[in-house]
Every structure is written in structure tokens, then in C-alpha cells.
């Protein structure tokens, strides 16, 4: 027996030994609870190919606090753009964010709104085809646009600072109006004019302080900001390194997702989609891709645990549904819910 083939035995009953001696490479029945929180929540949405699933998670998150303490608000979509409003990240190769920021953001700054007063569908009506967004051409989609028209008006402000000391202050005052009236035109043909109403186009430009703060300004509606939904619970939350050969910390994130669920709520994950099989490893390598636990239940026939997920996809999309926990304890490393004060 060579070296490198002890080595192999030795690893493998040392694994077994820490196997039998407490730990589990599975959620036991005894721990498997059965509960389904699946019809809290508005219609399951999509995501559009935009980097923004921890947003759809915070704002489901939100859905089922309001439907849990309010019976008459079970259904209802809340707006994920509101929700995302201080972790903004709207703009070019930098798409992507912490849904557990998002929420801490709404519980300190007023809630959140229902989606229909800061729809998603402002952003991706925005004119961006599936090639352009992942093949190179994000300059084409429309809230790239928009964002570039800020770009525009910081541009001409820094020149026109530049050129003050040889240059008369009333003339430069006009044609930086100019040039704003010019960038006005511009952002009412790019999005639809229901975003614009009851808002003084002028005070974008002027206030924001960034491309992601312009959009932001842009895309949620006045009657967003007065009709938010206050969130009275504070953010739980699991983090651990993602290492998919530690048997410890998989077994701590499945029971801070069984902790999650017992309290009365769903729970947040975020998942390494790849490590879920094989296939599932040529199709999404890497990525994290952040979705919903809504549900747990003993599968007898299987003699599996499974977990009810809910996915940003859209209807009938992979990793939603049911899924046994076998197959996806490898890819879960993070996780959080709401907890009522």
C-alpha cells in the first residue's frame, strides 16, 4: 500500500469518525420541521437577467412581514428598486448588492413601497436585449442611458467651473441651462413619463450626486416615497467562508435556515448554484445567485429532507420549488431573516 493511498484511508475514516460522533450529512427527519410560508408573498417575479436577486429577496422578505402581521396585505408585490434604495447599484459592470443591507435600509428610512408606485418593469422596459446586456453591450440599455446623462451634466459643470475665471457668470449660468434643457429632452424620450410626473426634472440633475443616486431619483415615484410601508423587525444573519468541504458549517447554515423557519419566517440564502451537481456546475459555475427558503417538509417517499425555494426567474425557472436539502447543503453559505422586535 503506497503512501498517497494511506493518506486516502486515513481522511476518509477520520471523516466518518466526526460523521457518527455528532455531526450530519443531512437534515435528520427529527430536524426537518413542515412548514410552507409559500402564499405569504406576491406573484413570483423576474429579474430580467439584471444582477439584482438580493433586492427581489429583500423586498419578498418584506411581503411576508407586512402578510404576517397584516392579513389584508398577504399578496401584495413590493418594490424591490425601493427596497435597494441605499445600496443602489444600478450601472455599468456594477450590478449586484446585499439584501440584508436593503432591509436594514427600509426598517431605519421608512419601509417600502408596493411595487406598482416603483415598478420594476421601469428599469427593464428600458430597452436592453438579452445580447446586449450579456455580451458586451451594456451601454445600450436604456438605464445606462439615463445614468449618462448625469455623466453628461457633471461634465459640462466641471468645464464650465474650469472656465469661470476668464469667462462672464451670466452667460455661463445660461448655457449650463442650456445644456441642462437639452439633457431634460433627453431623459423624457429614454424612460416613460409617468416617472417624471409631479417631479421637478431640474432638481434630479441638481441634487444627485452620482450616476447611481440619479437613478434612483429617476426610477421611484414621488407616491413611493409617501406611501411606504413601515417594517418594525430587525435583520438576522448568518455569514460564514464558503467552503464546500466543511461538514460543521454546513450543518450551522442548515440550522440557522431551521432556526429561521421555526421563528415564523423565511429565510434568505445565498447559493453557489454551481455547486449543486455537475451539470448545474457547467451552467452557472461560480456565481452567487440569492434566493428564498419558504418551506421545509420530510419527503417519506424519498426519506429526504427538502426545502421549498423561491426564485427570482420567474415561474417554473430552475432552484424553485421543492429541492432536497441533500442536494443543496454544498451551495448555501449565507443567510438572514426578519425577526420581529
Request: aromatic letters at 12%.
Amino acid at each position: 500500500m503506497n503512501i498517497n493511498t494511506k493518506f486516502f484511508l486515513l481522511t476518509y475514516l477520520l471523516s466518518w469518525t466526526t460523521f457518527i460522533s455528532g455531526s450530519w450529512a443531512t437534515i435528520p427527519k427529527e430536524k426537518c420541521i413542515n412548514v410552507d410560508y409559500s402564499d405569504r408573498f406576491g406573484p413570483v417575479r423576474d429579474q430580467d437577467g439584471h444582477g439584482y436577486c438580493w433586492a427581489f429577496q429583500a423586498s419578498a422578505l418584506a411581503e411576508e412581514y407586512l402578510c404576517r402581521n397584516n392579513p389584508t396585505d398577504c399578496g401584495k408585490s413590493m418594490s424591490p428598486l425601493d427596497i435597494s434604495r441605499c445600496d443602489w447599484s444600478l450601472v455599468k459592470n456594477a450590478e449586484g448588492g446585499f439584501g440584508w443591507e436593503g432591509l436594514k435600509c427600509a426598517i431605519q428610512n421608512g419601509g417600502v413601497c408596493p411595487e406598482d408606485m416603483a415598478p420594476y418593469s421601469s428599469l427593464t422596459s428600458m430597452g436592453c436585449s438579452f445580447w446586449d446586456f450579456f455580451f458586451g453591450g451594456k451601454e445600450k440599455c436604456n438605464h445606462n442611458k439615463v445614468a449618462d446623462l448625469y455623466d453628461k451634466w457633471e461634465s459640462a459643470k466641471n468645464k464650465y467651473t474650469c472656465d469661470s475665471s476668464a469667462g462672464n457668470f451670466s452667460s455661463m449660468s445660461k448655457s449650463l441651462k442650456e445644456i441642462q434643457t437639452g439633457l431634460i429632452s433627453s431623459l423624457r424620450e429614454t424612460i416613460p413619463e409617468q416617472l417624471l410626473s409631479s417631479k421637478n426634472a431640474r432638481s434630479i440633475f441638481s441634487l444627485s450626486d452620482s450616476r447611481s443616486d440619479f437613478l434612483r431619483r429617476v426610477l421611484i415615484s414621488s407616491s413611493c416615497e409617501k406611501n411606504r410601508f413601515a417594517i418594525n423587525a430587525r435583520v438576522i444573519e448568518e455569514h460564514l467562508p464558503y467552503d464546500d468541504r466543511n461538514e460543521e458549517q454546513k450543518n450551522e447554515i442548515m440550522n440557522f435556515i431551521v432556526g429561521g423557519l421555526s421563528s415564523g419566517s423565511s429565510v434568505a440564502v445565498s447559493m453557489n448554484l454551481g455547486k449543486t451537481g455537475f451539470l448545474n456546475s457547467l451552467l452557472y459555475g461560480d456565481g452567487s445567485h440569492g434566493i428564498v427558503v419558504t418551506g421545509m417538509r420530510y419527503n417519506a417517499k424519498k426519506g429526504k429532507c427538502e426545502l421549498r425555494l423561491r426564485n427570482s426567474w420567474g415561474e417554473g425557472a430552475d432552484f424553485h420549488g421543492w429541492h432536497t436539502e441533500s442536494s443543496l447543503r454544498n451551495a448555501i453559505y449565507k443567510g438572514y431573516y426578519l425577526e420581529d422586535k
